[in-house]
Nanobody, 124 residues
Framework: QVQLIESGGGLVQAGGSLRLSCAAS????????MGWFRQAPGKERDIVAA????????YYAGSVKGRFTISRDNTKNTVYLQMSSLKPEDTASYYC?????????????????WGQGTQVTVSS
């Protein structure tokens, strides 16, 4: 079992930055691929970024590539999403997830554990 708690969301102006954190409980955190997903009202939950168990491999959605950076610290059981050059279209609830999947797996249904989400709102 892995429990995930996201933090760091908020309101930011376009062009600004935010860093999301996802703290995990459970001794097996370091064995999981970790993903960040987002979901806007009326839309599907889409992957934003993912990172493999040791941090050597990452995946980014095309819409965030070059602006967002995913990282993890297995000593702290935490995964991060550094978001820069934020745009109004980045507004969504952001969720972290853990799964025994390849880092390129984008289907949210393949992830096993989910946090409760944190809201990110980018004003124009």
């Amino acid at each position: 079992q892995v429990q995930l708690i996201e933090s760091g969301g908020g309101l930011v102006q376009a062009g600004g930055s935010l860093r999301l954190s996802c703290a995990a409980s459970g001794r097996t955190f370091s064995s999981y691929t970790m993903g960040w997903f987002r979901q806007a009202p009326g839309k599907e939950r889409d992957i934003v970024a993912a990172i493999n168990w040791n941090g050597l491999y990452t995946y980014y959605a095309g819409s965030v590539k070059g602006r967002f950076t995913i990282s993890r610290d297995n000593t702290k059981n935490t995964v991060y999403l550094q978001m820069s050059s934020l745009k109004p279209e980045d507004t969504a609830s952001y969720y972290c997830a853990a799964g025994s999947v390849p880092v390129t797996r984008t289907d949210p249904r393949t992830y096993d554990y989910w946090g409760q989400g944190t809201q990110v709102t980018v004003s124009s």
